[in-house]
Nanobody, 127 residues
Framework: QVQLVESGGGLVQAGGSLRLSCAAS????????MGWFRQAPGKEREFVAA????????YYADSMKGRFTISRDNAKNTVYLQILNLKPEDTAVYYC????????????????????WGQGTQVTVAS
């Protein structure tokens, strides 16, 4: 069992930066691929980024490349998402997720590829 709690969201001016955190509990945290998704009102949940359990491989949605950076600290059982140059269209609830794999080579890009989800943290970007 893995429990995930996101934090770090809030209201920020366009052009600013945020670093979201996802704290995980569970003795096998380091064995999970971790992903970030976001969901704006009226839209489907959208893949943002993922990091392999080893920490050596990262993946980004094409539209997220450049401004988004995912990282993890297994010693702290925490995964991070740094967002630079925030834009109003980044406004959404951001969710972290943990997946054990075994669901296809691109499982990390799809919500069904993950087994556990946090409650989400709201990011609001004001122009």
């Amino acid at each position: 069992q893995v429990q995930l709690v996101e934090s770090g969201g809030g209201l920020v001016q366009a052009g600013g930066s945020l670093r979201l955190s996802c704290a995980a509990s569970g003795r096998t945290f380091s064995s999970y691929t971790m992903g970030w998704f976001r969901q704006a009102p009226g839209k489907e949940r959208e893949f943002v980024a993922a990091i392999h359990w080893s920490g050596g491989l990262t993946y980004y949605a094409d539209s997220m490349k450049g401004r988004f950076t995912i990282s993890r600290d297994n010693a702290k059982n925490t995964v991070y998402l740094q967002i630079l140059n925030l834009k109003p269209e980044d406004t959404a609830v951001y969710y972290c997720a943990a997946g054990a794999g075994g669901k296809g080579s691109t499982y990390y890009r799809r919500p069904p590829g993950y087994d556990y989800w946090g409650q989400g943290t709201q990011v609001t970007v004001a122009s």
